[in-house]
Structures are given as C-alpha cells and as structure tokens.
C-alpha cells in the first residue's frame, strides 16, 4: 500500500485571524481555505491511528472508510461521495482508514481552520451539525441493514448509491463487488449469488460490470 496523502499548509487560521464574511456552503469553505488535488484508484489518503489533522471534501469520484479487525479482515464502514466531507472524527487521531475507490478530486482543509471559522460563524456550525446528523443517520441505517437477509442488504445497498448519486432508476456502481461485500458483511460470493437473484426477479438488470437499473426504488426485495 502507498504511502498515505498528506498536504502541507503553511498555517492554519486562529479564531482572531479568520476573516469574518459569510459562509455560503461547505462546498464554499473547501473553494476559499482548501487546496484541490487528484488522487488515482486505490491510493490511501490516511491509515489508522494517523493524525486526524485534516479533513476533506470529495469533488469527484468515490471515498471508502473503513478499519481492519485484529484478525486482518477489513471492515468498510461508510462509502462517500461527490459533494460529501469525510475524516472528520472525534479523537485526535483517525481510527479509520480512507482510500480513494475511484479516481478522484479532492480539496482537504486543516481542521483547526474548521473548527475557528465554525467558532466565528453560526450559520457554517449549523450546516456542519447538518453533515454530522446525516453521517450518524447512515450509520444507523447501516447497522439495521446488516440484520437483514442478503438479497435485501444489497438491493437496499444500491438503492441508497443511486439515490446518492442523484439517479434512483440508474447507477454506475464506483465500488467492486468485494467493497460490497466487506460493507454488508457478507461473502463476495454472496454478494454475486444477491445480484444475480435480484436480475432474475426482475428487481434489477445489469449492463456490464457494475452499471445497474432499478426497477422500484426505495423498495426492498422481499
């Protein structure tokens, strides 16, 4: 695995030196105090138990988070996407690792330039309680999720991708099958054996590898 990004800032604003305008959007924030830069498949963007000293913004492409268990099996918690922000956590260092799925643009900001504009600006505090409400409310989704049967994790799985993605009839699935897998807590062989059932009930069909058409969305396989 590569060496995870790091970009380096030559400072970070103090609660006295941010500059007092207003906040239009996250999507602003990352365009005025963040650097952009392209990242290719695969590469690691943090490990586990690095610095938490940044946080970033996804303009393009598709973000994996996720941990590895003490017996090597990795575990992916949460998959982001354009628009989205991510390696935010609560502690000091990341307990999580990140990798770019795709390729991608990013912007990352310092996060001690968030959290002092956060302190001098309401509104921005505000739409950061938003992210962080929409965050905690997939995480419980996902946890119901995995209690259910495998045709239903997966069908439910894509569902919430293409409505992420801004299409609930069509979707161009970013994530390999083992992705899949490794967030649905179930066999890649399970994985194949769901889309293949869900093709033959008419649920889905498939164009290629991953590109795949709903035919009632937000509907569970029963």
Not at 17 to 28: H, K, L, N, T
Not at 152 to 176: C, K, N, Q
Request: glycine fraction near 8%.
């Amino acid at each position: 695995m590569q060496a995870p990004c790091t970009i380096e800032f030559p400072g970070v604003y103090t609660a006295s030196a941010c500059p007092r305008f207003a906040i239009r959007s996250i999507e602003d924030l990352f365009a005025t105090h963040g650097r952009s830069f392209p990242v290719g498949r695969g590469a690691s963007l943090y490990a586990e138990e690095t610095a938490a000293d940044q946080v970033y913004l996804i303009v393009a492409g598709c973000v994996r988070v996720g941990r590895y268990e003490a017996d090597g099996k990795r575990q992916i918690n949460a998959f982001h996407f354009a628009g989205e922000m991510f390696g935010f956590e609560p502690g000091r260092r990341h307990r999580f690792f990140a990798e770019a799925v795709s390729a991608c643009e990013l912007t990352v900001l310092p996060r001690a330039t968030l959290q002092n504009l956060a302190a001098l600006d309401g509104a921005l505090a505000r739409r950061l309680w938003g992210h962080a409400e929409d965050e905690l409310q997939r995480a419980q989704e996902h946890m119901l999720l995995c209690r259910q049967a495998a045709v239903s994790r997966v069908l439910h799985f894509i569902e919430g991708v293409a409505e992420r993605l801004g299409d609930p009839f069509e979707v161009e699935l970013p994530m390999s099958r083992q992705d899949m897998a490794d967030h649905l807590g179930l066999t890649i062989e399970t994985v194949s054996r769901a889309m293949t059932c869900l093709s033959a009930n008419g649920e889905t069909s498939t164009t290629g590898a991953r590109r795949v058409r709903l035919r009632r969305p937000h509907q569970l396989a029963a």
